[in-house]
């Protein structure tokens, strides 16, 4: 899936380090929602910011909006989700493309987190 976005942002080139590590807590959305309403008010279509569960790989990207997406939505893609007590696996039939996510990447300080 491809993204034109004409107003896109980078949030770790653009942020603090604290304001970082807001929107990439794992057990709490409030300054990651504060960013997205931020965000929306400046009509910003897409961003990249680390991720907040397994922040040593390349940012996520994030669209605001549908209009960012160079695809049509005939362009749907079939997943499906295996999830177990060891994490997630998920699998893109077409495209051939697989996600793992351990349990541990969902646990903060060793338990389930609450929002």
Excluded at 41 to 66: D, L, N, Y
């Amino acid at each position: 899936m491809e993204i034109n976005a004409e107003r896109g942002l980078a949030l770790q080139q653009h942020l603090t380090p604290e304001s970082l590590d807001g929107i990439t807590d794992p057990c709490s959305y409030a300054a990651s929602q504060l960013c997205g309403d931020g965000m929306r008010k400046r009509h910003v279509q897409a961003f990249e910011a680390p991720s907040a569960r397994s922040p040593e790989t390349q940012p996520v990207v994030g669209v605001m909006t549908p209009f960012a997406f160079s695809s049509t939505p005939f362009d749907f893609q079939d997943w499906t989700l295996e999830i177990t007590a060891e994490g997630v696996t998920a699998v893109c039939f077409g495209g051939g493309l697989t996600a793992q996510f351990t349990r541990a990447q969902f646990l903060v300080d060793g338990r389930w987190p609450t929002p």
